[in-house]
């Protein structure tokens, strides 16, 4: 059963991946969503900061849970309206801590993505699943999607695909896509960063890795794309400003704009990108 995994920390951009989701797995032929949410206190969270630090007493904690437990039914029923019926929606509370928690599931459910939420200005303060989607992401054995809060869903027409010369090989993973005739229309702009300029006059060794990206990538409607920016992220977040672009699609791996290009703060890539769905493929 084809399922996507939804934890949920009921801020507002945990609603918004809600109905992105709904949308979303209609459009790929999801069979299943699981909303998730962990109640897991840890000795820190059982205090609040008042006047003074005072202890969270167990019937206080019971009333929170008893009300979440509530909206999570709320939000499992207003998903099966709105994918009329034909997605089964189940809920999940796990005691475990949220990391811990979602592997659980993908282990025991086997769902083939997991859908984040984010709210880029506040994900320190009050949102469990910003705070955590970074850890998420390395840790998912399975592709990661990541929403903006202010992202309404969109079909996706052309997906940007940042790819470094030295992770081509990587590209196979997106073959995983086409499982679902809906990607066969899709233009996939592949994006090389090249602040060298080296596209303006290429070696045989350029030319030939570049065969090799049109060769990984013949099953789908692609073109190759250079900017040369010095600062990659800058480069790929202006090429996406520029185009009609719905998604963007992070490769796996050392060569990862999200994670060898931004080693000192891996977050950057995705918290600066405020305007679309990043997609992490595993």
Known sequence: MKTLLLPLDFTEASINAVNFAAEWSMKYNYERIILLRSFYTSMYESVIMGGEFANVDEAYLNKSRADEKVQLNYLCKELEEKTRANI???TAITELPLLRGIIHLVKTEQPVMIL????????????LISGNVISIAKISPVRVLIVPKNYKYTPVQ??????????????????????TTQWEHVELMVLNVDPKKRYENP???FMEKEKALHS???????QIYYVDDANVI?????????????L????PGEYSFLYSLTHRNISEAIYRNARLPVMILK
Do not use: W
Not at 158 to 179: E, M
Not at 234 to 246: A, R, T
């Open 158 to 179: 052309k997906a940007l695909v940042p790819c470094n010369f030295d992770a081509i090989h990587d590209l196979s993973k997106l073959n995983r896509l086409r499982h």
């Open 203 to 205: 070696d045989l060794k």
């Open 116 to 127: 984040l939420g984010i709210d880029n200005a506040n994900y320190s303060n009050e949102s």
């Open 248 to 251: 963007i699609i992070a490769l």
């Open 234 to 246: 800058d480069g790929i977040l202006y090429f996406e400003k520029i185009n009609e672009v719905q």
């Open 88 to 90: 089964k929606i189940q």
């Open 216 to 222: 990984y990538l013949k099953d789908f409607h692609h």
